[in-house]
T-cell receptor
Framework: DTAVSQTPKYLVTQMGNDKSIKCEQN?????MYWYKQDSKKFLKIMFS???????INETVPNRFSPKSPDKAHLNLHINSLELGDSAVYFC??????????????FGPGTRLTVL | KNQVEQSPQSLIILEGKNCTLQ??????????LRWYKQDTGRGPVSLTI?????NTKSNGRYTATLDADTKQSSLHITASQLSDSASYIC???????????FGKGTRLSVIA
């Protein structure tokens, strides 16, 4: 009955590899997000999708590519991983777009470690 | 430049005591302001959301205030409990292309 789920919870990989993180929400929300939280615990939005359409695309390297097969899923694919990509990645969802007033629900996070 | 500054960076209080966390912002145009609680190893959980016209909003022992004129918000925690130990993050939302501006959070530790 988890509202926003992410897999895997932990991901350890070598520099240069390609990896994906999956996110699913069962809340019926129209908007989904990816956030990155660095070692200093600073959260920053990366992407936002509304009904499978890219709404927000912050200044992130094009090695990061979000993919939304349907409005309940927003996966994050990362190519050519670098040491600086090590962080915790959070998926979130909400009914309305990011500038609305409804609550965003966050997933448990995926801790990515690049060696 | 849109910014959100939180203070203090960290805080230690005794169980049962009250505390107030501060958030100052320069985000414009303003849409709403949110406070999140993030336990260690977990995703943030929404505590309050306030629009321009709201001065105060409560959620149990958490009370947020907003002064849109001075661009300041505070989160007051009453009768703190050990489970309040977490990071508290202030987020200001505007209607631009990059609508969410996050503060760096205040790390609260409640000790017995």
């Amino acid at each position: 009955d988890t509202a926003v789920s992410q897999t895997p919870k932990y991901l350890v990989t070598q520099m240069g590899n390609d990896k994906s993180i999956k996110c699913e929400q069962n809340l019926g929300h129209d908007t989904m997000y990816w956030y990155k939280q660095d070692s200093k615990k600073f959260l920053k939005i990366m992407f936002s999708y509304n009904n499978k359409e890219l709404i927000i695309n912050e200044t992130v390297p094009n090695r990061f590519s979000p993919k939304s097969p349907d409005k309940a899923h927003l996966n994050l694919h990362i190519n050519s991983l670098e040491l600086g990509d090590s962080a915790v990645y959070f998926c979130a969802s909400s009914f309305l777009r990011a500038s609305g007033t409804d609550t965003q629900y966050f997933g448990p996070g995926t801790r990515l470690t690049v060696l | 430049k849109n910014q959100v500054e939180q203070s203090p960076q960290s805080l230690i209080i005794l169980e049962g005591k009250n505390c107030t966390l501060q958030c100052n912002y320069t985000v414009s145009p303003f849409s709403n302001l949110r406070w999140y609680k993030q336990d260690t190893g977990r995703g943030p959980v929404s505590l309050t959301i306030m629009t321009f016209s709201e001065n105060t909003k409560s959620n149990g022992r958490y009370t947020a205030t907003l002064d849109a004129d001075t661009k300041q918000s505070s989160l007051h925690i009453t009768a703190s409990q050990l489970s309040d130990s977490a990071s508290y993050i202030c987020v200001v939302v505007h209607s631009g292309n990059t609508p969410l501006v996050f503060g760096k959070g205040t790390r609260l530790s409640v000790i017995a």
